[in-house]
């Protein structure tokens, strides 16, 4: 491994946490909102509609968010391997929980602000979240190190969407104001791929062979 590859895998789990912290709190603003009570909105509904299917997606994909940033860090898995192997069980069972959750939501209340597009895309990254975890599974069950960090690697990816859609929202209020349904879609499905170029480019880093610097 590269001086810089090694340096990136350090400070890597902050920066996750970092980008899923925003989300993370949204989603505990809605579980109160559940509890306390508020008034309902085209944002909100579906929430109030499917109380136990949205306490399951809020919770798990915060665990899933949170406690997956510690699989990245080589030296926690250098050290404690044990708790990466315990660690990596429950991330799977609960990015399992939050993929399907959130499927059942978008199948349960389809006709919430986002329209036709936002609808298709939380169906095809939901699911596709599903079979990268499933994957990940199978390879590390396969005693297959290599294929199992690629496919929890892209679960995750997927997972962690909402802390890159944030940021991708941003600038757009600050410019253009709240967007319109299909811009709204449009910078939904941009966080899901920009995170899978980043964690395809991730994995590719990785198995790019290291020039020696050595002179004969």
Not at 99 to 106: C, E, F, H, P, Q
Not at 119 to 135: I, K, W
Request: proline share 4%; charged share 15%.
């Amino acid at each position: 491994m590269s001086r810089s590859t090694g340096t990136a895998e350090r400070w890597l789990p902050a920066a996750l946490i970092a980008l899923s912290t925003v989300p993370a709190m949204v989603g505990m603003f809605r579980i109160g909102q559940l509890v306390i009570g508020t008034d309902i909105t085209p944002d909100n509904a579906r929430f109030f509609d499917g109380a136990w299917s949205a306490v399951l997606h809020i919770a798990s994909s915060i665990v899933f968010s949170l406690l997956g940033a510690f699989q990245f860090s080589a030296d926690l898995r250098r050290t404690r391997p044990r708790w990466h192997r315990h660690a990596g069980r429950v991330l799977v069972l609960v990015g399992l929980v939050a993929a399907v959750s959130g499927l059942w939501i978008t199948v349960s209340y389809p006709k919430f602000e986002g329209g036709e597009l936002l609808y298709a895309l939380r169906l095809f990254f939901g699911s596709a979240m599903v079979v990268c975890l499933v994957l990940g599974l199978v390879a590390i069950r396969r005693r297959n190190v290599a294929q199992h960090r690629a496919w929890i690697t892209r679960g995750y990816a997927i997972g962690l969407g909402a802390g890159t859609q944030f940021v991708l929202h941003v600038p757009w209020l600050l410019i253009f104001g709240k967007p319109e349904t299909l811009s709204k879609a449009l910078l939904m499905g941009a966080g899901w791929v920009l995170n899978l170029v980043v964690a395809e480019w991730s994995l590719r880093s990785r198995r790019r062979p290291v020039r020696s610097t050595t002179t004969v």
